[in-house]
């Protein structure tokens, strides 16, 4: 079935030249070099280890269920929610030419609404159970009336065929529209922090989908294929990778790589719904090779500029070496074809025979794929059965009052429920939290962060620094800074990124006679900063694909110029770290994984990481919240300023626990 073409050959040419980029690269700031560098020599140390002690299909059976659990916590859904009763509901039928059309809605959770088309023959023996099919949608603009309306013809064909077809809409362009473009362009930071990607309401919703399709008496459970374009290409791999009953699964321009996505910028054409978090530092393949042995088409476009050849190449070899672990390269396939990101004749008749073939055992020829399309562009669009009739909600009125689709990102992912220690339990709590954290949170963090190295001394009071191989940051001697040869500690002050130094009067109450004071800017900040364009919000996007963020590298330049002080000064001189409002969580973090840091000084830092003013870090809500974290840095002192101080009797009641009450001030 494999369709080779002239252009394959040209791409495989660029993609030796380094592949298919979207875009220029930022230039604007002084540190976008430096950062975009960064990002491409760590995606490539992840994309390396795709099958990494892995040489047979034993291995691969041995390491499946652990990757089956890291897969479902990377889309938020591990622990896997309660399946609750579906209450799939009818609202309206319509018949057409060999098929009908069902207008319904089904409760993937309690008030979430999945809005869906059911198409299904009208000319078959009612006591046969049918194959089924179902269909994810892509990122096409209806409105109100749902983005299923823009892919009826696969509907229609599906069921004239002999297919029960359950057509979905995605969370975002349903006919309850909620939000995909969280970190794209809302500013929902906290997104990375709750671990919510939409792109686990989409593989949730499918899998229920699934669920509703083996309850109807007409469907054959051990028949039923996935497929979908674009947004619904994507949600084919959630849909299949997490749910063995999908037995087919066949994406449509739905899956570049890392080194697509990251190193050439092709996130910045894609919404949040095509990305989990890559808490586990995936090579972005195997999330598709979480479906082998099943048969799989994968299927693109040699001019697709967000899913270009040269990623494509990569990802169907890697999976037919998968594939070969079991003896079945036979039962994955690609296809290319000519055109840019959209359905032509060829992608439709290769993706309705592959179906054919493997739930019917029918590889015949498909002759009749272009019967009942949509027509047309934007306003002029002709659709063969018009859209508003296929509304599961006829009426805005008809809308559940009760639907938490538009909210879904503050309920999806449950927030940890961290409860202070007992007396005497202090340092069973506190290794369990931390273990949690390094695993979800810290992963790419070594045992330990070696000390910065020194590359410039730019002047007495101004050193260069390399925290880790690729990043620069800078260390100043501070104004307010004794002249003691000898001083009796040193404080270093994590300046925000967001200021140039407003913690100046603070930072006169703070320090004392015989203290020498730096001040650390640390990636992104200052001389390093680097293009922020809202959206697409390249570098805080791309930090997440690779298993960090930009806040979690903070913490380990805090970490490194921390241990260049005291090497600096050596072991007597206590360092203490100190930070005012977001800088002041970054300097609370770093002293948590450093033990040489003695201290902790914070003013007015944000209490959450649900505050828009706070550092985010992946998944950590889904561990413990910023009070937890303070807490965890008993016996050590920590001082609170600002009058948010009073407001920390969870850290108050932690510090008691461990013996350490007098260590925890607040001024």
Known sequence: MRFWHLTFIVAAVASIAGGQVYGPADRDQPGDEMIQKYLAQETEKIHGNFLQD??????????????????????????????TPLKATVTGTLEGDGYAVDMLHYQSRPRLYVTANLYRPTNVDKNRRLPAVLYVCGHSFR??????????????????????????????????????????????????????????????????????????????????????????????????AADERASVAVPVSGMADLPSYVTNRVINGHCDCMFLYNTFQWPWTRIAALVAPRPMLFTNSDADRIFPMDANQRVINKLERVYSLFGKSDLVDSVVSIGGHAYRQDIRKAA??????????????????????????????????????LRVFPEDSDIPKD????????????????????KGEYESWKVALLAELRRVTFQCFPKRIPPAKLLEQVRPDDARLESEPGIEIRLQRSDESNSNVNPRRVLMVVRNADSTGRSSDWLRRVSESGDHVYVCSPR???????????????????????????????????????????????EDVPVHVLGEGAAGVLAAYAALWEPDISGVMLNE???????????QFLNVLRVCDVPDVLGML????????????DLLDKVAEIYAAAGASAKFVRE
């Open 54 to 83: 892995v040489e047979s299909a034993e291995d691969w059976e041995k390491v499946r269920p652990r990757y089956k659990q890291e897969y479902l916590y990377m889309l938020g859904l591990w622990p896997m929610p309660e399946k």
């Open 143 to 240: 409105k109100r009336n749902g983005n299923k309306t823009a892919y009826q013809s696969h509907g229609m064909w599906f069921a004239r065929h002999g297919y029960i077809c359950l057509m979905l809409d995605s969370l975002q362009l349903g006919e309850i529209a909620a939000i995909h473009h969280g970190t794209y362009r809302e500013g929902r930071w906290w997104w990375h922090s709750r671990g919510y990607t939409s792109a686990g309401v989409e593989c949730l919703n499918g899998i229920r989908g699934i669920d509703y399709l083996i309850s109807r008496p007409d469907v054959d459970p051990e028949r039923i294929a996935v497929t979908g374009i674009s947004g619904g290409g994507a949600a084919t791999f959630w849909i299949a």
């Open 352 to 389: 309705y025979r592959f179906i054919n073939m493997h739930l019917k055992n029918d590889p015949s020829v498909v002759a009749d794929s272009e019967v009942d399309l949509v027509t047309g562009t934007g306003n002029n669009r002709q659709h063969p059965i018009d859209i508003e009739r």
């Open 403 to 422: 639907e938490l689709n538009t909210t879904i990102d503050r309920h999806f992912v449950p927030v940890a429920e961290v409860n202070p220690p007992q």
């Open 524 to 570: 992104g900040v200052n001389q390093t900063r680097w293009t922020r364009k809202d959206p697409p919000n390249y570098v805080e996007r791309s930090h997440v694909l690779l298993g960090r963020t930009v806040d979690t590298g903070r913490v380990w330049d805090i970490i490194a110029a921390a241990r260049y002080l005291r090497g600096k000064y050596g």
């Open 605 to 615: 830092p944000p209490l959450s990481h649900m505050d828009d003013e706070s550092p």
């Open 634 to 645: 008993a016996p050590r002192e920590l001082t609170m300023y600002g009058k948010r101080a």
